[in-house]
């Protein structure tokens, strides 16, 4: 069990049998009564915030979490196969726990997997991960305009922005958490 004076921002807590993640955190005395701790929470298995209220005396739950370094396999149908890199054990983790990052997984990639109650709810990859553009326009020599950008596919079929240099068979460095073209790695 935490007091609430234990509470930071990314400290992970139990409300409800619901793990959360202290987002904000603020300390604030009234002119009368107690201390009050106002935390904005996001739920770790929903993804939604919401903001709660504790007093100084309150009691908050410890989630039985479980964050374990993994590595990439494969797909399998709509599940996607992991591997513990010292145990050697696989893993199995859902669609819905990985999101849209499964456009971003490669092959023999370490990601880092939260575990809760023994389920997988949570997947995080590297900041950036390098892709093939396997479909754009060519750009038309002379075109520097600044922030001008067109549609290219990656090879699993995800559409991003690049700049209009970008051609076919270039391999992009793209951003994880955004989703986002980032740099140019090589020329295809």
């Known amino acids: 069990m935490y007091t609430v004076s234990d509470l930071r921002k990314g400290i992970k807590i139990e409300l409800d049998g619901v793990p959360y993640e202290v987002v904000e955190f603020e300390f604030y005395k009234p002119g009368k009564g107690q201390a009050m701790y106002k935390c904005r929470l996001k739920n770790l298995l929903m993804g939604n915030t919401t903001d709660r ?23 399998e149908g709509d599940h996607y196969v992991f591997m513990d890199s010292r145990t050697f054990e696989q893993v199995t983790i859902g669609a ?68 209009l240099f970008i051609n076919q068979g270039d391999t992009v460095r793209i951003d994880t958490r955004t989703g986002k073209y980032f740099d140019r790695v090589s020329k295809g």
């Open 53 to 75: 209220t504790f007093r100084a005396v309150d009691k908050i739950g410890k989630p039985d979490l479980e964050e374990r370094d993994l590595v990439y396999s494969y797909p």
């Open 96 to 163: 819905e726990a990985i999101g849209n990052q499964k456009y971003f997984l490669v092959e023999n990639i370490e990601v880092s997997v939260l575990f809760y109650n023994g389920r997988a709810i949570q997947v995080v990859l590297p900041a950036f991960v390098e892709k093939v553009i396997v479909e754009t326009e060519p750009g038309a020599r002379g075109d520097t305009a600044t922030n001008v950008t067109k549609a290219a596919k990656l090879d699993n079929g995800y559409e991003i922005q690049v700049p």
